[in-house]
């Protein structure tokens, strides 16, 4: 093979690469679009079980362990973990 051809074969290839990454970072940047979707409708859910009852939600995050002590203004609760199990959201 000559080296203009070898240069030539190079070229395209690493455009074919650089294309293939491309397409790549644009379905994974359109998952987490509808990941976060979907996770905005999920807690928009929650919250209206929660009967728009933040405190209460808060309370619950918290006892799941999947709320922060940073988060807790967000849902109107004390920094405290404290958990009452009379507040309990049923899913049921």
Do not use: H, W
């Not at 940047?29 to 939600?57: C, H, M, P, Q, S």
């Not at 309370?59 to 109107?76: H, Q």
């Amino acid at each position: 093979m000559s080296k203009p051809n070898l240069d030539k074969l190079l070229q395209q290839k690493a455009e074919l690469e650089a294309r293939i990454q491309q397409t790549r970072n644009r379905e994974m940047a359109e998952e987490r679009k509808r990941d976060t979707r979907r996770k905005i409708l999920a807690g928009a859910y929650v919250i209206k079980l929660a009967e728009n009852d933040l405190r209460k939600l808060g309370k619950e995050l918290i006892s799941a362990g999947m709320l922060e002590p940073r988060d807790y203004v967000l849902f109107g609760v004390e920094n405290d973990s404290t958990y009452f199990a009379s507040n309990c959201l049923s899913f049921d």
